[in-house]
């Protein structure tokens, strides 16, 4: 049995059991978001209220995520479980990059910060976002995206599921026709950056620089798998290279997760709050189970 972790991007929602766990692991958490307060100058005890959603502010609503997914990695690391391979999913990859040794955990908080602000520059008079789709088929979505210009598919999460990123105003146009092309669900996300698209192409120009001359990357102890591409890799040049194609390019986690299910990889631990990959693996083909 080969054990996989995967790291969430955004939390949209607490699944109702972190404030038990932060409870009973405390000093796992709390020390991770003492040193994140303070690296980052934000008071992130503040956007933490269990009785709703991760706050609205995307910056906080990154940083928050990367927490919980640190903390749970490190918990797992004291338990003795130690996986096979390491799956970030979009902006998961930066606490995916911790777990394997990559980066510190200061470090993970700096590319959070500097992507987000890099990317908030290059779209600063531009209206973006991006969009979910569920229950029509690649073919549909490919339709669909032909005669719309300023939206692109940035996300394959499964057979009938998709995420499109873009000018806001046309995305909410193509989800009006998914929907009338008979979609389950078709809504904006709760995020304005167009991640995995080319309107981060300036960005991208500029993170790769930030990267060189401020990130110190380090070969990972883990197996990483690419959620581009589905290579395979541990060294720091091809971390480096994801890190930075992760910000503009398209990925596709379906293939991700049907990739390391073809090499064995069969139970998944998803490390952060939420169970966000968990609903994504209802929609994956397979023998395999998400703790």
Not at 203 to 212: G, L, N, P, V
Not at 222 to 232: E, F, L, P, T, Y
Not at 252 to 266: A, D, P, Y
């Amino acid at each position: 049995m080969s054990v996989g972790f995967i790291f969430p991007a955004f939390v949209s929602e607490y699944s109702g059991n972190e404030p038990e766990v932060i409870r009973k692991y405390s000093g796992v958490f709390d020390k991770l978001l003492d040193q994140a307060c303070v690296h980052s100058g934000i008071n992130l005890k503040q956007c933490i209220n269990y009785e709703r959603n991760i706050p609205d502010h995307e910056l906080n609503a990154q940083l928050i995520s990367y927490i919980f997914s640190c903390a749970v990695a490190d918990l797992l690391r004291e338990k003795k479980l130690v996986p096979e391979f390491l799956a970030g999913y979009s902006m998961g990859l930066y606490a995916a990059l911790y777990c394997g040794g990559s980066i510190s955990f200061t470090q993970g908080l700096d590319l959070i910060t500097g992507a987000y602000r890099l990317v908030n520059a290059s779209i600063a008079e531009v209206d973006t976002g991006m969009g979910s789709i569920v229950g029509l088929s690649i073919e549909d979505i490919l339709n669909l995206l032909k005669n719309k210009e300023g939206v692109f598919l940035a996300n394959t999460n499964g057979e009938h599921a998709f995420l499109i990123s873009g000018l806001k105003p046309v995305i909410q146009s193509l989800l009006l026709e998914a929907r009338m092309e008979g979609a389950l669900h078709a809504s904006l996300m709760n995020v304005r950056s167009p991640y995995h698209s080319p309107f981060l192409d300036e960005a991208f120009m500029m993170f790769r620089e930030f990267i060189q001359e401020q990130i110190t990357i380090r070969d990972s102890s883990v197996k990483i798998i690419s959620s581009i591409d589905q290579r395979i890799f541990i060294h720091k040049e091809d971390i480096s290279t994801e890190l930075i194609l992760n910000l503009n390019t398209r990925i596709n986690w379906l293939k991700t997760k049907e990739s390391l299910l073809e090499i064995g990889v069969n139970r998944f631990v998803e490390c952060g709050a939420g169970n966000s990959l968990l609903k994504i693996g209802k929609f994956i083909k397979g023998s395999f189970k998400i703790y």
